[in-house]
């Protein structure tokens, strides 16, 4: 492996269009592998905040301000998504935060449709977990390059061989060390930053620099310590068997550079930063129809990933998360929703750190700004400047996991619920399904958690208590059929199953996965689909 050059075709401070200093990135994790202690860090590192320890400070601020998220409280778990906006180097980095917890999943997949890239967090003693590998998927479905951050070498773990070999076989990726351990655990001695060309002692500070790394074999100080001796190696068996770095396999989702480190001990991480910084990709162009948007187009475009409601206990509002596709924003400007047509004045649209709001003056493509809105903007929406009809594809809704039927404690209600479910559908809390037979609501959703929430904030939010049912159905397909007689015979012939999603859209209900393979054999010219694109 050749050592890769800083990249030569991006000097960092020429004068360059302002989205082309953005980065826009999420950090995929499994719950405890150490994605909130490397935010910390990477805020920290960036002088934008002096004190680690501001993400969790920010998020127990949120829980006591914001009172439907007791839950979080109590639970201990971060349910909502943030956005981090720092700078660094001349570049703005936006970290969209996306929750942990499994039960949210559904959440973190919208949001990974608004970052250009990914860095995954894995635990070395554990390696790719479930909910990472979950993540890495959709990370694969948008193409979107990651940067893989094998935490926690500071503790025993997996041999970094094995660590390399695991995500190369798991996800089908070629790998290359960046950031290679000398030892682990307790026989922690440093690193060897192959990109700086330099041997760093555990606390950051300089041990050896080089030009090639093959040097280092040769170092008789270097390799009077017999951990560090078998890890410089092993570094030399993997760049022998490895491929070098290459940008364009990066960018492309084909290739992750490995950067073993210690987010607690502050390990790597400034070399994570300047990773981002070279070689994530600025933003892309959006998919949309009927084209592409491309981010230097001087127009205004922008979709809706996330709606989050009553952030602020204080104001009953919602804020819709809008990531820029291009054009330069000001405040004040009028935007169209091209899903209603209608216009609406942004006059105090926000910037976001952490829980702060910040009022934003300017943004441009791969930033985030907040919309305050009473019900206006939903998850999936296009606005635009003027009057361009352009619609921003690839947000999916996930088949639910976990179907339930919605019984109202007092059926006088009857009308808040419908309000209540199709405000919090609209803002992705959960789906909701009408059957078409009978006039029962059901409810889809990821996770048991995503149940709870919704049953609290309807008794919140619309004094509408309500309980949920087990129902006879398990699995919930989207359906679709170019031929559309085909369709309308199957959903004839189906009519029990059969339930309508918020958009109208129908829906096969089936209640084991051996009825809905009965009817994808039944019925092969019909499609089952368990994701659609929000309308
Ligand atoms: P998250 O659930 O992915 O956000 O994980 P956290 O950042 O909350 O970390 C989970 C636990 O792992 C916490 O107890 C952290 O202190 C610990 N942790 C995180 N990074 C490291 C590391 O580099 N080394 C060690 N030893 N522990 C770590």
């Known amino acids: 492996m050749t050592v890769t050059e800083p990249h030569a075709d991006r000097p960092l401070r020429t004068k360059r269009p302002p989205h082309e200093t953005r980065r826009t990135f999420a950090i995929i994790s499994h719950p405890d592998a150490g994605k909130t202690t490397l935010t910390e860090k990477l805020l ?12 969790r400070g920010r998020a127990n601020t949120r829980a006591t301000r914001s009172d439907w998220m007791e839950i979080e409280q109590q639970r201990g778990i971060s349910i909502t998504s943030s956005v981090m906006t720092f700078e660094h180097d001349g570049l703005t980095f936006n970290l969209l935060d996306t929750p942990g917890h499994s039960d949210f999943s559904e959440d973190t997949y919208r949001t990974l449709t608004a970052v250009d890239a990914a860095v995954m967090v894995i635990d070395v003693a554990k390696g790719i977990e479930s909910q990472t590998l979950k993540l890495f998927e959709v990370c694969r479905l948008r193409d979107i390059p990651i940067i893989t951050f094998a935490n926690k070498v500071d503790r025993e773990g997996k041999d970094p061989l094995e660590i390399l070999d695991e995500i190369a076989d798991t996800l089908a990726l070629d790998v290359t060390p960046i950031v290679w351990p000398l030892g682990q655990g307790v026989d922690f001695k440093g690193t060897v930053d192959l990109v700086g060309g330099r041997v760093l ?3 950051g500070t300089e041990w050896r620099r080089f030009s090639d790394p093959e040097e280092l074999l040769s170092d008789a100080e270097l390799n009077a310590d017999p951990v560090v001796a078998t890890s ?3 570094l030399e068996l993997v760049r022998d068997g490895l491929p070098a770095f290459d940008l364009e396999t990066y960018r492309a989702g084909h290739l992750t550079p490995v950067i073993f480190g210690s987010a607690l001990k502050t390990i790597s991480v400034a070399e994570l930063l300047r990773a981002l910084g070279q070689w994530a990709p600025d933003p892309r162009p959006q998919p949309a129809e009927p084209a592409p948007i491309d981010p230097a187009d001087p127009k205004v475009t922008g979709f809706v990933f996330k709606v989050q409601a009553n952030m602020d206990a204080n104001h009953r509002d919602r804020i819709a998360f809008v990531r820029l596709a291009s054009g330069t924003f000001r405040r004040g400007m009028k935007l169209r929703n091209v899903r209603s047509g209608k216009e609406l004045a942004v006059s105090n649209p926000m910037f ?10 300017e943004a ?7 919309i305050p809105n009473h019900g206006t903007l939903s998850v999936g929406d296009t606005l635009v400047e003027g009057t361009q009809i352009i619609k921003v594809t690839g947000i999916p809704n996930f088949a639910p996991e976990i179907i339930r039927r919605v019984r109202l404690t007092d059926p006088i209600k009857a009308k808040q619920l419908g309000k209540a479910l199709s405000d919090l559908a609209e803002e992705g809390v959960a789906q909701v399904f009408r059957r078409m037979i009978g006039a029962d609501w059901i409810v889809g959703v990821v996770g048991q958690l995503q149940l709870e929430v919704l049953q609290a904030r309807i008794a919140k939010e619309y004094n509408t208590p309500i309980s949920f049912e087990s129902i006879n159905f398990e699995l919930a397909r989207w359906v679709a059929c170019d031929d559309k007689l085909e369709l309308k015979r199957f959903v004839d012939a189906s009519k029990m199953e059969m339930a309508e999603d918020k958009d109208g859209d129908p829906v096969y209900l089936a209640q084991s996965s051996w009825w809905l393979g009965r009817a994808e054999r039944d019925w092969p010219k019909i499609k089952f689909l368990s994701t659609k694109e929000r309308a």
């Open 44 to 55: 920290a590192s960036s002088g934008a905040i002096q004190q680690a320890g501001m993400v």
């Open 201 to 203: 002692h555990p606390d």
């Open 232 to 234: 410089l190696e092993n």
């Open 352 to 361: 976001f750190f952490g829980h702060d709001r910040e009022l934003a003056e």
């Open 364 to 370: 441009v493509a791969g930033d985030i700004v907040g």
